[in-house]
Each structure stands twice: as C-alpha cells, then as structure tokens.
C-alpha cells in the first residue's frame, strides 16, 4: 500500500511550538522529492515547504520562512516540518505530498501524485 500518514497536529498557543511528522509507505521514499501544504477552512491550498530527494535543498512560503523547517530522515522514511512561534493564522488542515517530476521551483514547477490524509494544527490562545 502506497500512502503518507501525517501525524504531530494539535493544539499551540501563540508563540509556541509543534513538530508534524509525515510517515511514508509502499515506494521508495528517498527517491523523492517532498512537499508540506495547508488548507484554512474557506480558503485555497498553500504551498508551505518543500525539501529535495536527499535534503540538500530547501524551499519555503514567505509566510513561513524563518520561522518553519523542513527536513528528512531517508532512513526511516519519514518527513518532518518543525514549527515555531506560531501564529493563530498558522491555523489550518496541514498534508504533506510526494512529487513525482520537478522542472522548476516549487509549486508550480512540481508535480505532486500523492498527499496524506492531514492533521490539523489549531493555534489558539
């Protein structure tokens, strides 16, 4: 079974911190490139970070940049996207996706065939 299982959301208080894991299985996962978005409720998908097949490059959303950090761990298959001092817009449904080709900088030079089911980080005082 090929899948991606997000897993670490829950609830912050502004200024805090949350770690979000993303688990992969069924395929190589250190062959690809991968890929953090969210969703707020009423609004569209938002590219958040994106990391190369063997990490040595990084990518994030200006919303986000210095204050999130993508990385990866091949061995254990396994993406992360640390959090820190968050902020009540940070609020959303986050999922991470496996990028089958890139032809440029993400997201639009990416293309994404498979996401995880979320988890929901709700940042709230």
């Known amino acids: 079974q090929v899948q991606l299982v997000e897993s670490g959301g829950g609830l912050a208080q502004p200024g805090g911190s949350l770690r979000l894991s993303c688990a992969a299985s069924?395929?190589?996962?250190?062959?690809?490139?991968m890929s953090w978005a969210r969703q707020a409720p009423g609004k569209e998908r938002e590219f958040v970070a994106a990391?190369?097949?063997?990490?040595?490059?990084?990518y994030y959303a200006d919303a986000v940049k210095g204050r999130f950090t993508i990385s990866r761990d091949n061995a254990k298959n396994t993406l992360y996207l640390q959090l820190n001092s968050l902020k009540p817009e940070d609020t959303a449904l986050y999922y991470c996706a496996r990028s089958k080709g890139e032809v440029g900088p993400p997201p639009l030079g990416w293309k994404f065939d498979l996401w995880g089911q979320g988890t929901q980080v709700t940042v709230s005082s």
């Open positions: 069924g395929f190589h996962f250190g062959n690809y490139a």
């Open positions: 990391i190369t097949w063997s990490g040595s490059v990084t």
